[in-house]
């Protein structure tokens, strides 16, 4: 039977919560138990996917096609176990399903509200859907403790908590781990401790009492400051954990274990045969994430370069692939749509670079300043990567500059003389739409969003780099490279070495007469972890290191 750890934060918000919860599951699985982490967002959006990413950062999207909070990356990439649509939930989503319910008669004409409507929806999504053998639940809420919309979430927790009790052995079900501030106040040369005890009166008064508080500060936490927190939060002093800042997110699980959070959520469980956590793998990563041998600067070409956490799974899958070839990978951010004016010196700041990656977006801003990267790393051989958007660019620039398209285009900016990027509903025959409607449910101009498979071509660079004929990535796009094309692009020396299964769909494009040149429709950088680089990252990153050989 799963045991439920619920994590909740208050103070202020961006504590830290996701990278927590990520890093105890991937404790909890040095020691040998199996663990899935969920995230319940109280906002009303139904789930990110319309959200912008100056408002909520990227959106993880999950093999079975969920558009899901960016927390779940750090729980995949820390664990390794795929997040699924049962793993995130929204109040929207909550109140979408009572609404429609309700709609239907299903409450028989009751008054729907939220107690005990709302409340049972969510404690039902907590439990929905779990592995038989599973042993640890981890649920992250967030926000903070007294934010309004997270009431119901609260309400849901005390009541799940009650009902679940103890198990027959008379040990607990469930734990509570509260995440707050220990600030320092420069003026008074001191911690305080005061807004942690308000936020734990805050949470308890709610109905819930944490058996475990994680303290996050910038400076060292006294013992004395720990008692302190203890007496007055009514928590063991040993379950009040410092959480300092760490010199990289993957170094937070062995400090975490270090400060004995692992340890002490064994404890409030009641389990005292656990084994040792088995932490070399995780060692293996900090070895090589700080004894590098070597050096490469990337250039990544986009559009919301000035946030960080809009292409927080690529900066992260580009570490993955320096850890592949113990090397520091280091990240030059430029605004694709600097590269349009007409005084840019794009060589200047492109010649630097030991690699070019266009990522992912959506809209035209910016799309000419890409275009103009991809010219460039054809051109003078630097490594390129493009990705979903990216690889929609380079085949546009092979069809201006190459093939003779002058008028190539993406339909996404407006009307274009050459679509060679557009829906599928606008250059698929209605034959072919309506067999892979059937095949896949409705395409037409929608997004194609979860793993899809590709075929790859057995003489390809990709293949190499896969060792596979087929592999399985995931997508998040509407609009595709126009299959029409093909000839006329290959003629300029693109080749599609990856297609959909029926032959449809480009998936990748690549230059066999490039040091390396790679695009690829889908998303890699979602399945890439620091224990197992995604293939591409890793020879992306490998090529970068030949070329800062040539500069």
Not at 207 to 236: M, W, Y
Not at 382 to 392: A, D, E, R
Not at 418 to 429: A, D, F, K, Q
Request: glycine fraction near 10%; charged fraction near 25%; charge should be negative.
């Amino acid at each position: 039977m799963a045991r439920f750890i619920f994590i909740t934060g208050g103070v202020v918000s961006s504590l830290g919560k996701g990278l927590m919860a990520a890093a105890l599951a991937a404790l909890l699985q040095a020691r040998g138990y199996k663990v899935r982490i969920r995230k319940l967002d109280p906002y009303l959006n139904v789930d990110p996917g319309t959200m912008s990413p100056y408002q909520h950062g990227e959106v993880y999207v999950t093999d079975d096609g969920a558009e899901t909070d960016l927390d779940l990356g750090h729980y995949e990439r820390f664990t390794g176990v795929p997040a699924r649509q049962s793993d995130n939930v929204t109040s929207g989503r909550i109140y979408q399903g009572i609404i429609a319910r309700e709609r239907r008669g299903d409450y028989l004409g009751a008054t729907v509200q939220v107690v005990p409507h709302v409340t049972n929806a969510i404690r039902e999504f907590i439990a929905a859907d779990l592995e038989p053998d599973l042993d640890f639940l981890i649920c992250e809420i967030g926000g903070t403790v007294g934010d309004i919309e997270s009431l119901p979430f609260i309400e849901a927790i005390r009541q799940f908590r009650n009902e679940r009790g103890k198990d027959e052995l008379g040990r607990p079900c469930s734990v509570s781990i509260h995440t707050t501030l220990v600030p320092y106040i420069a003026a008074a040369g001191e911690l305080k401790t005061k807004p942690t005890q308000h936020s734990v009166r805050e949470l308890t008064s709610l109905g819930i009492q944490p058996e475990i508080l994680v303290c996050r500060t910038e400076h060292p936490l006294p013992d004395s400051d720990r008692a302190k927190i203890a007496l007055f939060c009514n928590v063991r002093k040993d379950a009040v954990i410092p959480a300092l800042d760490a010199k990289s997110i993957y170094a937070v699980p062995d400090q975490y274990h270090e400060a004995g959070l692992d340890a002490e959520v064994l404890r409030a469980f009641g389990i005292a045969d656990a084994p040792e956590p088995e932490m070399a793998r995780w060692d293996d990563v900090v070895d090589r994430l700080f004894n590098w041998e070597s050096e490469v600067t990337i250039g990544v070409v986009g559009k919301y370069v000035g946030l960080p956490d809009a292409y927080k799974s690529l900066t992260e899958a580009l570490v993955h692939g320096g850890l592949a070839n113990r090397v520091k990978v280091r990240i030059s951010w430029l605004d694709a749509e600097l590269f349009e004016h007409p005084e840019a010196d794009i060589p200047a700041q492109l010649e630097p670079l030991h690699g070019i990656l266009v990522p992912g977006g959506f809209g035209e801003r910016g799309s000419e300043g890409k275009i103009a990267s991809v010219q460039f790393a054809r051109e003078r051989g630097v490594p390129f990567f493009g990705i979903c958007l990216g690889m929609q660019m380079a085949c546009i620039e092979g069809a201006r500059n190459l093939a003779g398209l002058a008028g190539a285009r993406s339909t996404e900016f407006g009307a274009a003389d050459e679509p060679v990027v557009g829906l599928i509903t606008e250059w698929m025959s209605p034959e072919g739409l309506q067999e892979r409607r059937e095949a896949n449910g409705d395409m037409g101009g929608t997004m194609r969003l979860g793993a899809y498979e590709a075929v790859l071509a057995g003489n390809s660079v990709v293949h190499s780099i896969y060792g596979e004929d087929r592999i399985s990535e995931r997508h998040r796009h509407r609009y595709e490279v126009n299959i029409h094309y093909k000839n006329a692009l290959e003629q300029g020396g693109l080749l599609f070495t990856g297609m959909s299964p029926d032959g449809a769909l480009p998936e990748i494009v690549e230059r066999p007469d490039h040091p390396w040149f790679v695009g690829v429709q889908f998303h890699p950088e979602l399945k890439s972890k620091p224990f197992d680089p995604h293939p591409l990252f890793a020879s992306f990153i490998e090529a970068a290191v030949k070329q800062s050989r040539l500069v």
